[in-house]
C-alpha cells in the first residue's frame, strides 16, 4: 500500500494580509506561509492508516515559501519519503488547475494505491484539487471525506453531505481522496524530531514541465470586503449594557 | 487552610481474624482487628525494576528511583495538596506498575521545586519530568492544549501564537521612547528583555509601559529587540521540549550577537532562570538580571511623587525564589513605596505556594482541571486574601492574568493583582491604584 499525501502552504493568518499593487494578489513578500490545515488532516489519515497496515506514505508539496519545514514536520511525524516540485515560479499563487496538473505529472511516474489531499485550502476555497486529479489520472475520486476504511482492494469512505447527513460509499484503488477531516486531531511532531530529521532525512526535488499549458483564471481584482453597516458599542456597566442588549433584541423581535 | 480535594480516605487493610504465633515460644496471639498492619505478611520483592530502569536511563531520569517514602515532599508539593500526585506517589505507582511515559500525571508537575527542597534524597523532579516528558513528546503523546503552545512557539517565537512583528506594539502605550535595537544599533547598557506575556497580554503590557517609565526616569540606558525578540523558552524546555528550546536559543544567540549590551534584565523568571542556569551549559554566557534585581540596586534614586496606601501580599515565583535564591529584591522594592504595609502568606519565600504556571502547566488549565480539585492559583489567591491584603503583588508576566482570573473565580474580586511595576509607577507619578 503506497499512499501519497498532496500538501500546500497558504499565508499565515496570524498575520494582517494586505493587497499587493496591483490589486489581483495578497502582498506575499511580508507573510508567513504554513501548511493547509486540511492537508494536515489528510497526513494524519494516511499515517493512522500506516499505523494499521504496512503501508507506506509519500508527501508531495508545490516548492512554495517555508515549505521544508511542512515536508519535513511530515517525515518527522511518519512519512517514508518527501518530494519537492520545482519548476514554476515558487513566489507565485499556483492555481488549483495548475496545481493538480502538476501533481499529476509526478504520480504519472509514481505506482500509488490512494491519494489523499485537504479537502480545500483555507485561502482560495477552491476545493478542486481531488476531482481534477481523479479525473486527470481517470480514478475514482471522493470530496469531503470523513472516514476513511481500507477493505482489501477497495475503500469504504464516509463523506459529509448536506444537511448533517453522512454518506458511506466504496471506491476501487487507487484513488483519491478530499479530505475534511481525520479521525484524530493530526499528532504532534516535537521540534527535537523535526531537527532530527532536517539532519537525517532529505527532501527530494523533482522539477516538474508542463508541456500543455492549463488554462488559467485571471483575477481582475482583489479586496478586502467593503464595509456594510457598522458595529454600536454599548457602554456603561455590565448590568446596563445587558438591560441595554435584551430591549435590542426585544425591538428586533428576536426573544 | 483545609487539605482541599480530591483526596482518597485510607484503605484499612486490618484483617477481621488474625493469629500471630512466636516463631520461638509458640505463643499465640489473637490480634484479629487489631490496628497494626505490619502483622499482615507483605512481600517487598515483589515488585519489578523495569519501570525506574526505564526512567533511570534517561538523562535527568536517574533519581526517580532513589525516593525512600520519607513523604517529605507530601506537605510541601503544590499539586499533592489538591489532587492524588506527588513526588512519592509518583515513585510509588511507578513501582506498582504505572507507565509514566503515558500516563496523565506527567504533565501535572509545575517544576516548582518545592520538593527537592527539602528532599533527603535529593530526588529531582525538576529533571525526571522533562526527561520523560521528552520521550512522551517524541512519541506524539502530548496533550493537544500543549501541543498547540509548542506549534505557535516554533512557528512564531512566543507561546501565544501572536504575530511576531507586532512584539513591540506595546511602546506606543507607554509615553516615553524606548528604543529598538534593530532601528538604532548603538551599543546599550541594559537589554530590556521583554518576554512574551509583557509583550502581548493586555496586563503585562501595561506592566511593560510602566517599567519603561521607570527606567526612563532613573535615565536607565535601555533598549528592546522588538520583533526579533523570540522567547527564550525555558517553560516549554520544562515541558518537555528541549529540541524546541535549543532551536530558539540558536535564533536568541544569533540575534544578540548582533548587538552590543552590558546586561539583560527580564521581566520573566522563567526566561531569567534560562540565561542564569540553561545557556552557560551550552557555552553562552551573559550577564543576567531579573527586573527587580535591577530597579533594587538603584532603589535610593526612585522618587515618589505619592503614596500607595494598602495593604500588600507578595507571591515569591518559583523560578526567582526557589530556582534562584532572590527573595530580596522585590520586598526591597515593596517596602521602598511610601504608604506600603507588606504582610506575608503563611507559605513565602522558599515554602512558596506556587501559582500553577511554571513547567508548562500555565498551557494545561484544562488538562490539569480534570485531575485537581481547584486550580492552584485559585489556592494562592484565597492564601493570599486571607492575609487581609488589598493588593496581590507579584513579580513574575505569568501571574496577573492567572491569579486575576482565581480572584474573580473564588469571589476574592476586591484583591488586586499588581506587578510591582507598577505599583512603583503608581506611587512614582502619584496616581491612585484604586483606579
Ligand atoms: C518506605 C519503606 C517501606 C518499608 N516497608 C517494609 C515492609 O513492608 N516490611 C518490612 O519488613 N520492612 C519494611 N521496611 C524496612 C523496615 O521498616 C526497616 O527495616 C525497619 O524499620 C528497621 O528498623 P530499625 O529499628 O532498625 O530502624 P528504624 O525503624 O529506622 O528506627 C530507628 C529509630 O531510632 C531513632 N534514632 C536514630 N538515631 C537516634 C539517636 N541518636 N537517639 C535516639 N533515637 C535515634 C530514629 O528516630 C528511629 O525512630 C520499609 C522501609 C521503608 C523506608
Ligand atoms: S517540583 Fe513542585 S509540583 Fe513538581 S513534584 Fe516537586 S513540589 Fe510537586
Ligand atoms: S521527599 Fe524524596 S525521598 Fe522522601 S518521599 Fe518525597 S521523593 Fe521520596
Known amino acids: ?255 | 487552610m483545609p487539605v482541599g480535594g480530591n483526596k482518597q480516605a485510607p484503605v484499612i487493610t486490618e484483617l477481621e481474624e488474625a493469629i500471630v504465633v512466636s516463631p520461638l515460644s509458640g505463643r499465640e496471639w489473637d490480634v484479629s482487628g487489631a490496628t497494626s498492619r505490619m502483622l499482615e505478611s507483605r512481600v517487598l520483592t515483589d515488585y519489578g525494576s523495569a519501570g525506574f530502569a526505564r526512567i533511570a536511563a534517561l538523562e535527568g531520569g536517574e533519581s526517580l528511583e532513589y525516593c525512600y517514602g520519607c513523604g517529605k515532599c507530601v506537605p510541601v508539593c503544590p499539586v499533592d495538596l489538591v489532587s492524588e500526585y506527588g513526588p512519592r506517589k509518583i515513585h510509588r505507582r511507578v513501582q506498582t506498575g504505572l507507565d509514566l511515559f503515558r500516563s496523565d500525571e506527567l504533565w501535572m508537575c509545575t517544576t516548582c521545586g518545592n520538593c527537592l527542597r527539602v528532599c533527603p534524597k535529593q530526588v529531582n523532579m525538576i529533571e525526571v519530568m522533562p526527561a520523560v516528558r521528552e520521550v512522551a513528546m517524541a512519541d506524539g503523546t502530548i496533550p493537544e492544549e500543549l501541543q498547540q503552545v509548542m506549534e505557535k512557539t516554533f512557528r512564531y517565537g512566543n507561546a501565544l501564537g501572536e504575530n511576531p512583528r507586532r512584539r513591540h506594539a506595546w511602546t506606543k502605550g507607554a509615553d516615553v521612547e524606548v528604543r529598538v535595537l534593530a532601528n538604532d544599533p548603538r551599543p546599550v547598557d541594559v537589554l530590556f528583555y521583554v518576554e512574551d506575556y509583557w509583550s502581548y497580554h493586555p496586563r503585562g503590557q501595561q506592566a511593560a509601559q510602566a517599567f519603561a517609565r521607570i527606567l526612563t526616569s532613573l535615565d536607565v540606558d535601555f533598549a528592546i529587540l522588538g520583533s526579533e525578540e523570540k522567547t527564550l523558552g525555558d517553560s516549554q524546555r520544562l515541558a518537555g521540549e528541549k529540541g524546541l528550546f535549543e532551536s530558539l536559543m540558536e535564533q536568541v544567540v544569533e540575534v544578540l550577537s548582533k548587538y552590543q549590551f552590558n546586561r539583560i534584565v527580564t521581566p520573566d523568571p522563567h526566561g531569567f532562570n534560562a540565561l542564569r542556569k540553561i545557556y552557560p551549559k551550552y557555552g553562552h554566557d551573559y550577564e543576567a538580571m531579573h527586573y527587580s534585581q535591577l530597579l533594587a540596586s538603584m532603589i535610593d534614586r526612585i522618587e515618589f511623587q505619592g503614596t500607595l496606601d494598602a495593604k500588600v501580599t507578595f507571591h515569591d515565583p518559583c523560578y526567582l525564589g526557589r530556582h534562584n535564591g532572590e527573595y530580596e529584591a522585590p520586598r526591597k522594592l515593596l517596602e521602598a513605596i511610601p504608604g506600603v504595609e507588606l504582610l506575608e502568606m503563611g507559605r513565602c519565600r522558599e515554602n512558596s505556594y506556587c501559582c500553577g504556571g511554571g513547567g508548562g502547566g500555565m498551557w494545561l488549565d484544562g488538562f490539569n482541571s480534570n485531575h485537581a480539585s481547584e486550580r492552584l492559583s485559585e489556592r494562592r489567591v484565597r492564601e493570599a486574601a486571607e492575609t487581609g491584603a488589598d493588593i496581590l503583588a507579584v513579580a513574575c508576566p505569568y501571574e496577573v492574568s492567572r491569579f486575576e482570573d482565581a480572584a474573580k473565580s473564588t469571589g476574592n474580586e476586591h484583591l488586586r493583582v499588581m506587578d510591582i511595576a507598577e505599583m512603583l509607577d503608581i506611587a512614582m507619578r502619584a496616581q491612585d491604584w484604586r483606579i
Open chain 1, 1 to 255: 500500500m503506497h499512499i501519497v499525501v498532496a500538501m500546500r502552504q497558504l499565508a499565515d493568518l496570524v498575520e494582517e494580509l494586505e493587497v499587493n499593487g496591483d490589486g489581483t494578489d495578497i502582498d506575499r513578500d511580508f507573510v508567513k506561509f504554513v501548511s493547509n490545515e486540511w492537508d494536515e488532516a489528510a497526513l494524519e489519515e494516511a499515517l493512522t492508516i500506516k499505523d494499521e497496515s504496512a503501508a507506506s506514505v509519500t508527501v508531495v508539496a508545490l516548492d512554495e515559501p517555508d515549505v521544508d519545514q511542512t515536508l519535513y514536520a511530515a517525515l518527522a511525524k511518519g512519512a517514508d519519503r518527501a518530494v519537492k516540485l520545482t519548476g514554476h515560479d515558487p513566489s507565485a499563487w499556483v492555481r488549483t488547475r495548475e496545481r493538480a496538473q502538476r501533481i499529476a505529472s509526478f504520480l504519472a511516474h509514481e505506482e500509488f494505491d490512494l491519494v489523499l489531499t485537504g479537502v480545500q485550502a483555507a485561502d482560495d476555497l477552491d476545493g478542486q484539487l481531488a476531482g481534477i486529479l481523479g479525473s486527470t489520472l481517470d480514478i475514482p475520486h471522493a470530496a469531503v471525506v470523513v472516514g476513511v476504511e481500507l477493505t482489501g482492494s477497495s475503500l469504504r469512505v464516509a463523506q459529509e453531505l448536506g444537511g448533517g447527513l453522512v454518506g458511506v460509499s466504496e471506491l476501487e484503488l487507487p484513488a483519491v481522496l478530499g479530505v475534511q477531516a481525520a479521525r484524530q486531531a493530526p499528532r504532534y511532531a516535537s521540534i527535537t524530531r523535526i531537527r532530527q530529521a532536517m539532519q537525517t532525512q532529505k527532501i527530494e526535488e523533482q522539477e516538474v514541465s508542463l508541456e500543455v499549458t492549463t488554462p488559467q483564471v485571471t483575477v481582475r481584482r482583489l479586496y478586502p470586503p467593503e464595509k456594510q453597516g457598522g458595529a454600536t458599542m454599548l457602554t456603561g456597566s455590565a448590568k446596563d449594557v445587558a438591560t441595554e442588549i435584551v430591549n435590542i433584541l426585544r425591538s428586533k423581535g428576536l426573544v
